[in-house]
């Protein structure tokens, strides 16, 4: 199929990017790398009136780390692509979690054209990379002509492909904070053929204290709700024991417990909590291990 008729715009700098987009309100969508976008719009399941397309915006492709009063921050602009973030040293040194996630997201040629921040955007409920950016305790950066907001990615995520984005607002980066010392992350996923969205994919951080208990964790599902989430009691489960095996079995239960998923052709709700126990254990145990800086063939 064809899309609907559209008005094409390519805004050559931000500013008149936020003016479209505030002077078309909730008609308009942004374009990043079309690798969702274009699909909907073929199968006229989105039928924007107009198009805002961002990628002549100077400024916006850059990956940086940013250091200027206190820890390191890890900062992608709304066009960097999820090949470029996971090829990236930077991305590899500071945040190795969004890296391992992006690999699993489609295929190369999808992940040359498809953005981080697009990813984060679309917030498909199965989608690794909002999921890694939960655990990862990152942050969305907004513009609207009236101003920039951020938004911790906890907040960020409001449902099925719905997010606390207004009517001309777009996102212009994501921002993730340095992994820490002695810290480990894992990203896990079943998925019925290699490039599918996962049916259940997990994402941990883990740091250990100078003593080699577990001081902080961080674990997100996807595929077991209507957003990505947060596993808290897991965390709370893990955070201040020694990251054995009866704790990674406590919060991995704990992961699974009082989810409510999707049953779909994909796999039926027990299925799907079953995945999150199975998976955040596997995950635990990985990040547990990174943190303690052996080796995994995970
Ligand atoms: C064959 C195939 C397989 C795929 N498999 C997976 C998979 O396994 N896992 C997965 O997670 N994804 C998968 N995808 C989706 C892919 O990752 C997309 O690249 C991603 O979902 C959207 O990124 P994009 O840059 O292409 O965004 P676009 O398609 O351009 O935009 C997607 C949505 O986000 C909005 N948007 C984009 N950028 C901004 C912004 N800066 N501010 C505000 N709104 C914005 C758009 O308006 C649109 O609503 C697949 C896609 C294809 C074609």
Do not use: W
Not at 134 to 157: I, K, N, P
Not at 188 to 214: F, K, S
């Amino acid at each position: 199929m064809k899309p609907a008729a559209f008005a094409y715009l390519a805004p050559r700098d931000l500013d008149e990017a936020l003016d479209r987009l505030a002077e078309h309100g909730s008609d308009a969508r942004v374009l990043a790398g079309g690798q969702s976008l274009v699909r909907l719009m073929n199968a006229r399941l989105a039928t924007p009136a107009v198009v805002v397309d961002i990628n002549r915006v100077p400024g916006l492709d850059a990956l940086e780390v940013r250091n200027s009063s206190g820890p390191a921050t890890l900062r992608l602009g709304a066009t960097v692509r999820q090949r470029t973030s996971e090829l990236s040293p930077e991305v590899a040194a500071h945040a190795p979690l969004l890296a391992e996630a992006g690999a699993h997201v489609a295929h190369a040629p999808v992940r040359g054209r498809g953005t981080v921040v697009g990813s984060v955007a679309f917030a498909d409920p199965s989608a690794e990379l909002p999921t890694a950016l939960l655990a990862l305790d990152g942050r969305v950066v907004v513009r609207s002509r009236s101003g920039e907001r951020t938004v911790e990615a906890d907040d960020f995520f409001t449902g099925p492909f719905t997010t606390s984005l207004a009517p001309g607002e777009m996102v212009v980066a994501v921002e993730v904070p340095a992994t820490a010392a002695r810290t480990g992350s894992a990203f896990v996923e079943v998925a019925r053929r290699h490039g599918d969205l996962p049916v259940c994919g997990v994402a941990a951080t883990v740091t250990r204290g100078a003593d080699g208990r577990v001081s902080e964790a961080r674990i997100a599902l996807c595929g077991v709700g209507e957003r990505p989430v947060r596993a808290r009691a897991a965390e709370d489960a893990l955070t201040g024991s020694d990251g054995g095996d009866d704790a990674v079995a406590e919060a991995a239960a704990r992961a699974a417990e009082g989810r409510s998923p999707i049953a779909d052709c994909h796999g039926s709700a027990d299925f799907r909590r079953h995945l999150a126990r199975v998976l955040t254990g596997r995950a635990l145990r990985t990040a547990i291990a990174r943190a303690a800086g052996e080796a995994t063939d995970a």
